[in-house]
């Protein structure tokens, strides 16, 4: 009954997903799981995750990645206020930024085109606030090739989540995944969940 129910619940909630806006996110993170994964391998900053998620995604499979990548929230972050906040140990060029700065970019342009077309899902499946949406997609393509440039703009979703970064990334159990996608349709996922009962007094 219970897993009933919670069938029921994501079947509800995905239906607020666009396919389209969904199917792009999913591209876009098994780009941004690339980007880390080669970052995890030459012991890089990971854009604010720890180092033992960065152990488990270098040991990774190419078909793990496709899978946590289907994850239905961008795994990743754009902040535009963070713009200049330069990570001291990156180099100054090289082809991995040069990577970063095409994927941030690619990233930044289908947020723009998400938050014009539909604000609601740019704010669910990018995890923007209204005034984010709004500045989004006010920016023109110089304004987006400069900020793609800037340090600090691409981070880490759910840096703070300390669980959710490891079992996307070891748990593969299918009633596992289901309630990983019901966690990630949840809006305070970012903030506030899941809520933590206080530890039971001893009787």
Request: charged residues 25%.
């Amino acid at each position: 009954m219970a897993r009933t129910g919670e069938k029921g619940a994501l079947h509800t909630m995905s239906a607020q997903i666009d396919f389209d806006h969904l199917e792009q996110i999913r591209e876009l993170n098994r780009a941004f799981l690339g980007l880390l994964q080669s970052r995890a391998r030459m012991q890089r900053d990971l854009f604010g995750l720890p180092a033992s998620v960065g152990n488990l995604l270098g040991d990774a499979e190419s078909g793990a990645l496709d899978d946590v990548a289907r994850f239905p929230r961008a795994l990743f972050r754009i902040d535009c206020d963070a713009a200049g906040c330069a990570d001291p140990q990156a180099p100054a060029s090289g082809e991995l930024d040069l990577r970063q700065y095409h994927l941030t970019l690619q990233i930044l342009w289908a947020a723009r085109h998400t938050s014009r077309q539909s604000p609601h899902q740019a704010r669910l499946l990018f995890t923007l606030d209204a005034g984010q949406v709004e500045r989004i997609g006010s920016l023109v393509l110089p304004e987006l090739e400069r900020l793609a440039g800037q340090s600090g703009v691409l981070c880490c979703a759910f840096r703070v989540r300390s669980w959710l970064w490891p079992r996307l990334l070891t748990d593969v159990r299918p009633e596992s995944r289901r309630q990983l996608a019901l966690i990630a349709l949840q809006p305070g996922l970012t903030n506030d969940w899941p809520r933590r009962r206080p530890p039971r007094s001893a009787l």
